[in-house]
């Protein structure tokens, strides 16, 4: 059976790549896959950069140095604005996408004035900021009940250096609106979004849907915006029907 191309897994904010842990097992049987730490998250010690472009060059630079010619890219949240910036700058490189609770518009007026809130927030208070507050953001209500997986969400974030999150704040604050893509996309490309994500809503998302031609939009119920760690039972049963198509 052909193989399909290797899947590059895109990690969101204020996150690394152990936030894929569920998706590990089932893609290892059946996929080549790639999970890696955005510059300055996790276990990678490099500065991160203050543009979202500055992420898809640690992308590009990683691609090349493992011989990867084409690839399936899924983006979370800020993983998916790297992974439309990826395919701005380097379509060549690109066969399929997976687009997971994202957004293409840049932010809004009011979305910079709140980044800016944030980064004095992270001044005063550091990561911990993050630790308190991230969670209600980033999961459904039924979610947070879920003990375990809040002291996990918490325990990847309480891991992140201040420097880095100030730099992806800004990177987020200010990257462009990548909307104009969206009619341009030429390869298989599949939405997913949690059910009760709050940050990039259905509704929102299945309208970047429908300006992909013959791309899939996909619902992961029970799920606020981690979608991924949320539901990886229903996130990994809708990425495997795709990866499967493309083979
Ligand atoms: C993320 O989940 O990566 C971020 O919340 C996205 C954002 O803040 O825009």
Redesign the pocket.
């Known amino acids: 059976m052909k193989k399909s191309n290797p899947l590059i897994l895109i990690h ?2 204020p996150l690394d790549s152990s936030m894929w842990k569920n998706q590990i097992n089932f893609l290892k049987e059946k996929y080549q896959f790639y999970t890696l730490d955005l510059l300055g998250f996790g276990e990678n010690k490099e500065k991160t950069p203050d543009s979202i472009e500055g992420f898809t060059e640690q992308i590009k630079t990683f691609i090349d140095k493992n011989f990867i010619k084409e690839a399936v890219f899924c983006g ?4 998916g604005y790297i992974t439309f910036a990826f395919y701005e700058l380097f379509p060549n490189n690109v066969s399929a996408l997976i687009f997971v ?1 994202t957004r293409a518009a840049a932010d809004s007026e009011e979305g910079k004035k709140n980044r800016n809130i944030t980064l004095d927030l992270l001044e005063k208070e550091g990561t911990n900021y993050f630790v308190e507050n991230m969670p209600q ?2 999961m459904s209500e039924l979610s947070l009940k879920n003990e375990a997986l809040l002291n996990e969400v918490k325990q990847i974030i309480s891991k992140q250096k201040e420097e880095s999150l100030k730099n992806a704040l800004i990177a ?1 604050r200010d990257r462009k609106d990548r909307k104009y893509l969206l009619k341009n996309i030429k390869v298989k490309t599949l939405f997913l979004c949690g059910e009760f994500d709050s ?1 990039s809503p259905p509704d929102e998302m299945k309208s970047l849907s429908e300006m992909v031609e013959g791309s899939k939009f996909e619902i992961v119920r029970k799920s606020g ?1 981690l979608s991924p760690m949320e539901n990886p039972k229903e996130f990994n049963k809708i990425v495997d029907k795709f990866l499967l198509k493309l083979k």
């Open positions: 969101g904010f979370f949240s800020m993983g609770d953001k980033l987020m940050l915006h």
